[in-house]
């Protein structure tokens, strides 16, 4: 449920930054709307994701797919900070227009991947526990 | 012709072994489910809480349904085309467990929700937090998880 909550929404984002979606309205509209909503989801998840984790700590930190579903996490943290910092500030000037600067692009694909990642790294690694 | 012979159509196909018999071919199906789903559920949730009036009124209902309705469309495509390939190499287990079996009526009750009422409540940009969209937002969101809950009770009941 917080899946759908938190991945879900940033998506969105994620594919307005690729002009997938939304065009017609400003990017940062999109983000005001729907990201906030987005937050509440991801604490649900690290929640219950840490409950699964202490009921097989040993096991799940020995698995490759945890491991790199850890690293993927870390990376998307990266990847949303840095979007924060670098492109944040200056979205007013590309707002309006259907173009968005390639970084942001590159950010929300990157964005997109490492969530799709996440999602397979964790579906596999019960395959392997 | 009864089901068991359909079964015994995967169980003997050549084909379907190569399902059966690649280590990863399962969890990598599942894992394009669970991207589809988070699909089908996120714009569900984006849908209802514009219903229920809670945030993105400064996106319209029409805007919100001509973008996220394509996206809705594919998560369940993906979701069930993946699903599919899930269920075909192993027919006979996922017949006879119970929260497969009631995952596939909420599925179906859920589809036809989605496209009648709940896609009229969508298209037609009706005030928000009136007790219709109440109601409409509660059956949608209850109905979709259930399918999400079913699903993943499936390997607890094995």
Do not use: C
């Not at chain 1, 949303?80 to 707002?95: I, N, R, S």
């Not at chain 2, 559920?41 to 001509?66: A, H």
């Not at chain 2, 998560?75 to 287990?93: E, K």
């Not at chain 2, 409409?136 to 969101?141: E, R, V």
């Amino acid at each position: 449920m917080a899946l759908a909550l938190s991945v879900g929404l940033i998506l969105m984002f994620d594919l307005r930054l690729l002009r997938l979606a939304f065009r017609s309205e400003p990017a940062s509209r999109i983000m005001q709307q729907f990201v906030p909503l987005s937050l509440p989801g991801f604490a649900i998840m690290f929640a219950s994701g840490l409950l699964l984790f202490i009921a097989q700590a040993e096991k799940a930190y020995q698995n490759t797919f945890f491991r790199f579903k850890l690293a993927f996490l870390v990376l998307a943290g990266i990847n949303a900070a840095f979007y924060q910092v670098k492109f944040y500030p200056k979205m007013a000037d590309w707002d309006n227009s259907d173009s968005v600067p390639r970084g942001a692009q590159l950010s929300g694909l990157l964005s997109l991947i490492l969530w799709a990642g996440i999602i397979a790294l964790g579906r596999t690694m019960a395959y392997e526990l | 012709m009864s089901l068991q012979h359909l079964w015994e159509l995967s169980y003997d196909s050549k084909t379907i072994d190569i399902l059966r018999n690649a280590k990863y071919a399962i969890p990598l199906i599942q894992s394009l489910h669970l991207f589809g789903l988070t699909l089908v559920l996120g714009t569900t949730v984006i849908f209802n809480l514009r219903l229920l009036g809670f945030g993105m009124r400064k996106i319209t209902m029409p805007v919100l349904d001509k973008q996220l309705w394509r996206v809705a469309i594919g998560g369940l495509l993906l979701s069930i085309v993946t699903g599919a390939l899930v269920f075909i190499p192993d027919p006979a287990r996922y017949a006879a467990n119970t929260a497969f079996k009631t995952k596939l009526v909420l599925l179906s009750l859920a589809i036809l929700f989605q496209f009648t009422i709940f896609r009229r409540a969508v298209r037609s940009d009706v005030p928000p937090l009136g007790p219709r969209n109440i109601i409409i937002a509660a059956t949608s969101l209850t109905l979709w998880f259930s399918v999400g809950w079913a699903g993943r009770a499936i390997a607890f009941l094995g």
